[in-house]
């Protein structure tokens, strides 16, 4: 691979491996004179109203790592996707002529703070954390998977059992309803904003149960946890495709109109040659058959903007009263933080051994 190379990163080691390679600290960036800020956490400025990070003005901040970065989207199993991306991390790494690792975040505020830290270079994030990546953390959003027919697109479903009663949203009142997590476009905001003209509103008519994840959702309404999840419909695909459930066993009661899928971003502050040159990477880059597979017959990336592209995803978020600030960025952060907690102490108490049952004594 000309002398580059490309690896899966462990969390822990993250910051140790890259501490030589990242050359500021947004702690102590300056702020710099900003005519138009927007929505934009005060790191960051908007001249030119495209709604994204400007290129910092101060040639000093601008970055070239030796070694780059890259993290996808948590919304289910991070693992799985270190051997996914393992062929793309090689083709980066020869078509750039870096380094490239791959990290595997857990939660969707650890890989936006890496990259507003300045430790994640280029990150794919999923629908709704997008807006939050682009305005906590600078994120330039510039692709998304798609085909020669375009940009993938997925929509929001509402699953049941396929032997339930349930047949209409309307049906679910009072029921065990799962949502995903707090800042997740289809798993939580767009089903707030949809769901009410269908005769169901969430808060009002059910609590919504936030499961942590589209593929826990998916697996809590087929054990029964749930009576329904609201859930993306690539990643209910997906499952289906690798067999870890089956499509059958489901009955799909709703399906909104087509959102944007998850973006592909880089930092705003990497050189704009390295930045071009990356972005020039993706586009060009095809599919191997297993990557194209394991998302749906997807077989490139395609060119997006922020500004145009998850406009429909800002709508939703408007009509939420959800913006994408740093106040709600931090209330998420608590909350995924809560939710890895009871996660952890769960997978602890099924680990420990069961007492044994102390033998009777003999008369």
């Known amino acids: 691979m000309s002398g580059m190379t490309a690896g899966v990163m462990p969390s822990f080691r993250f910051a140790l491996v890259l501490a030589t390679s990242v050359l500021t600290s947004t702690s102590i960036l300056a702020q710099e004179a900003c ?16 709604l994204v990070a400007d290129l910092p003005t101060d040639p000093r901040r601008l970055r070239d790592p030796g070694t780059l970065v890259f993290a996808y989207t948590p919304v289910e199993d991070p693992a799985v996707y270190a051997n996914v991306f393992r062929p793309f991390m090689e083709y980066l790494g020869t078509c750039t002529g870096k380094r490239w690792v ?16 300045g430790r994640l270079h280029v990150a794919g994030f999923s629908t709704g ?5 682009v305005n906590i953390a600078g994120a330039v959003p510039f ?19 396929a032997g339930s009663s349930f047949q209409r949203l309307a049906d679910l009142k009072g029921r065990r309803v799962a949502h995903t997590s707090p800042s997740s476009n289809s798993g939580n905001l767009a089903p707030r904003a949809l769901f009410p003209a269908e005769g169901l509103t969430p808060e009002t008519d059910y609590r919504p149960l936030m ?12 054990s029964g946890d749930y009576d329904m999840g609201a859930v993306a419909s690539d990643v209910f695909d997906r499952m289906a495709t690798r067999g870890t459930v089956q499509a059958d066993a489901f009955r799909i009661i709703y399906r909104s109109t087509v959102f944007p899928t998850s973006s592909f971003a880089h930092a705003h502050d990497l050189a704009p040659a390295l930045a071009e040159r990356i972005r020039q990477c993706f586009y060009d880059y095809r599919f191997p058959a297993d990557m194209s597979r394991e998302f749906n017959g997807d077989d490139r990336f395609l060119p997006i903007t922020y500004l145009r592209d998850w406009a429909p995803v800002r709508e939703v978020a408007e009509k939420t009263n959800t913006p994408y600030n740093r106040a709600a960025y931090d209330a998420e952060a608590r909350r995924e933080a809560d939710a890895a907690a009871r996660r952890l102490q769960q997978q602890q108490q099924q680990q420990q051994p069961t007492p044994a049952t102390p033998a009777t004594p003999r008369p």
């Open 129 to 133: 954390p997008t807006g939050f990546a």
């Open 211 to 222: 499961s942590g994840g589209h593929d826990r959702s998916v697996l809590g309404v087929n």
């Open 143 to 161: 692709a998304a998977k798609g085909s020669p027919a375009g940009v993938r697109g997925y929509q929001l479903l509402a699953i049941v059992k």
């Open 35 to 50: 005519a138009n800020r927007g929505q934009l956490d005060t790191l960051y400025c908007d001249a030119n109203n495209d």
């Open 102 to 117: 791959y990290f595997p975040v857990q939660s969707n505020s650890a890989q936006i703070e890496a990259m507003r830290s």
